[in-house]
């Protein structure tokens, strides 16, 4: 998945790569073929949209992959046009989401910045977070808290001594 991101061309636009919908590595399973329906695959995210003062802040439910990705960012756009200072996300309630949702965040947070408006993550699930931080781009998104690496965990380098001038 991080190949797939990658791999695409945005990197140099503003420092990282932004994926489209069919850059991701494995094709989500199909909804069909899990028994949902189009309809159902469709109500597998839900945001909610509310002000909060002059930002906008969207709390996402569900999942978001390769096939739910389109209306999610049809409706996170509908929101940012909405809003006059931009969004904070609240993605505590999403339980999945693959590159195809990344590329919708990616995507509309280039957008909100061209028009002065930030987006940023007031909270995530553990997935979203991981997801961020592994792919670099938790950084893009303020709010997102990062768990500190614990660094008595790590193994200790000796201090190399320094190196001793005689004087003959």
Not at 71 to 94: C, I, K, T, Y
């Given at each position: ?141 303020t709010d997102v808290p990062v ?22």
């Amino acid at each position: 998945m991080l190949q797939a991101i990658l791999n695409t061309t945005d990197a140099d636009t503003w420092g990282v790569a932004v994926p489209d919908h069919a850059s991701c590595a494995a094709p989500p399973v199909p909804r069909a073929a899990a028994g949902l329906s189009h309809a159902a695959a469709a109500a597998s995210v839900r945001l909610e949209v509310r002000p909060l003062g002059l930002r906008t802040l969207v709390a996402v439910h569900g999942e978001v992959d390769l096939e739910t990705a389109p209306g999610f960012e049809h409706d996170l756009r509908s929101a940012l046009n909405d809003s006059a200072r931009g969004l904070e996300l609240d993605l505590q309630a999403l339980r999945f989401c693959d590159c195809a949702g990344l590329g919708v965040l990616l995507r509309v947070r280039r957008t909100a910045l061209a028009t002065g408006k930030p987006v940023t993550v007031r909270s995530a699930s553990p997935l979203v977070a991981r997801l961020l931080q592994v792919t670099g781009t938790h950084a893009l998104f303020t709010d997102v808290p990062v768990p500190a690496v614990s660094t008595a965990a790590l193994p200790q380098q000796p201090t190399p001594a320094a190196p001793q001038l005689s004087m003959h």
